[in-house]
């Protein structure tokens, strides 16, 4: 089961980019990248998830280097309501059945006025 | 459109008394079920998870325990309950998309044991 290491916590101010990185030094051939967000007494929602190179949507981009062993996800102008805690999984999508996919303990972000 | 329901919201029950949390889900069939818990400011911790009726996998030996008695439905259940169960639990759902798959969550029970 891939592990993966996140920072504890990061602050930004509004209206610029964020980057958060994790590592994920034993990722599998079919494991994929989640990206998922929770706020406080919620339970985590979906953002973005990727296997190489880079995805983007409407709310975030994920960059993914050759070797996979790291991901960013990159959120662009935040604002206040993107408080939140991010956390980043790694997961094999053909275990099915199987939940292969563990939750640390996140990169809790605050955003400042 | 899928859902995914639980209740109670929020539950205060003193040590040792019983626990019943549900979970439902709507708009699927035939779902992978999940019951996770996060302890203040902490991760979630899978608890069980669940492929069909009757089928429940438990990841964590614990007071705990969970049935799956219907397709859509998880429940998640303890005779005893310990100061050290309170937090917040979570079900969630599986569901395969392009690019991978995902989990929805439900909206959550907060349990506090006294």
């Known amino acids: 089961l891939a592990k993966t290491t996140q920072p504890i916590s990061m602050d930004s101010y509004e209206g610029q980019e964020v980057n958060i990185t994790c590592s994920h030094n034993n990722i599998a051939t079919n494991d994929y990248i989640t990206w998922y967000q929770q706020f406080p007494s919620q339970g985590p929602r979906f953002i973005i998830q990727g296997y190489k190179t880079k995805v983007t949507n409407e709310v975030a981009s994920l960059f993914i280097p050759a070797d996979r062993k790291s991901s960013t996800l990159s959120l662009p102008r935040v604002s206040l309501s993107d408080t939140a805690v991010y956390y980043c999984?790694?997961?094999?999508?053909?275990?099915?059945?199987?939940?292969?996919?563990?939750f640390g303990t996140g990169t809790r972000l605050t955003v400042i006025p | 459109s899928q859902t995914i329901h639980q209740w109670p919201a929020t539950l205060v029950q003193p040590v040792g008394s019983p626990l019943s949390l549900e979970c439902t889900v709507e708009g699927t069939s035939n779902p992978n079920l999940y019951w996770y818990r996060q302890a203040a400011g902490r991760g979630l911790q899978l608890l069980f998870y669940s492929v069909g009726i009757g089928q429940i996998s438990s990841e964590v030996p614990q007071n705990l325990s969970a049935s799956r008695p219907q397709d859509r439905q998880f429940i998640l259940s303890s005779k005893k309950l310990l100061l050290s169960d309170s937090g917040f639990y979570l079900c969630?759902?599986?569901?395969?998309?392009?690019?991978?798959?995902?989990?929805?969550f439900g909206p959550g029970t907060r349990l506090l044991v006294l």
């Open positions: 969630a759902w599986r569901v395969n998309r392009q690019g991978g798959e995902t989990q929805y």
């Open positions: 999984l790694v997961g094999d999508r053909r275990r099915t059945g199987a939940n292969n996919l563990f």
